[in-house]
């Protein structure tokens, strides 16, 4: 019951912030304000629920702006990377100054969307599974279903949502699971996202955004450039995020972060002396 409602209590804010964004049409100030609330509100709930339905303080959604700041380095600097990439090949322009007021748009989106979708893919979804399949499973399953979830996005596309659920489910899984803090996938998830539609003014997972700082162009080879789903179809994408989720995966195993299945772990409590 613990799963069902806090997916329940936490889905019911995003949902909520969803339809507001979109009623105000993409209104710089407004979309702002309504996508920070969203992001607000959605971590005050989620903290509540967890109280109420586990009886713990949420420590892994405690203030910590170390985490945070991480997180959002690596995913500006990992988006950074894989843009840079994709110019070098003739997949990326600028032709010139874009839209201040979509970047500040998108600014509320993204952090509307990182956390809402943090809290529910990694922080409920994940974390209890994981308790129950392991890991490795746990990360399987909800990259799968994080990828899904992208197919109703608009100029969505069947492999957009597979290297979604390779490069971002599995990598913000891996985040969570190295460091057992949300901040780190929240920060990773925005950076990346903002940097993406923001700041280079690219598609964002198909989503259909304003002009964000600067007017970019993509062009060339879907395979490289993501075509109109955006960067995170591209193979530059896929590979960035399928090293990271590697190196995130190393760091866990070593902190002893890797959870087994619940049948391995009885099997080995059974062998060992």
């Known amino acids: 019951m613990r799963l069902f409602l806090q997916l329940v209590a936490v889905a019911a804010v995003a949902l909520a912030g969803s339809l507001a964004v979109n009623a105000v049409g993409w209104n710089a100030p407004l979309t702002l304000i309504l ?32 985490a945070l700041g991480r ?7 990992l988006f950074a990377g894989v843009i840079a990439n994709i110019a070098l090949v003739g997949g990326y322009e600028v032709l010139g100054w874009g839209s201040l007021a979509g970047a500040i748009a998108l600014f509320g989106f993204s952090a509307a969307a990182a956390v809402t979708e943090e809290l529910i893919f990694r922080g409920i979804l994940f974390r209890i599974v994981e308790g129950r399949i392991g890991t490795w499973l746990a990360l399987t399953l909800t ?18 949502a597979i290297a979604i659920a390779v490069e ?15 901040w780190v996938p929240i920060g990773l998830h925005f950076a990346w ?34 075509g109109e789903f955006g960067p995170e179809a591209s ?25 087994p299945r619940r049948g391995r772990a009885a099997v080995t409590a059974t062998v060992l002396p």
């Not at 979830?149 to 492999?159: D, E, G, K, R, Y």
């Open 35 to 66: 996508g920070l609330a969203t992001a607000t509100l959605a971590v005050v709930t989620y903290r509540w629920i967890v109280r109420k339905t586990e009886h713990r303080v949420p420590d892994e959604i405690a203030k910590n702006n170390a």
């Open 168 to 182: 971002a489910g599995g990598m913000l899984a891996a985040a969570y699971a190295a460091t057992r803090n949300l």
């Open 193 to 226: 996202n903002f940097a993406e539609g923001g700041l280079f003014g690219t598609q964002v997972s198909g989503t259909d955004a304003p002009q964000g700082l600067l007017h970019g162009v993509m062009s060339g080879p879907a395979a490289l450039s993501g």
């Open 235 to 259: 193979v530059y994408s896929l590979l960035a995020g399928v090293i990271v989720t590697v190196l995130f995966m190393r760091l866990a195993r070593r902190r002893g972060h890797i959870v």
């Open 143 to 160: 990259g799968l279903l994080f990828g899904v979830s992208h197919l109703f996005n608009a100029h969505a596309t069947l492999w957009g």
């Open 71 to 77: 997180g959002l380095l690596i995913g500006g600097g």
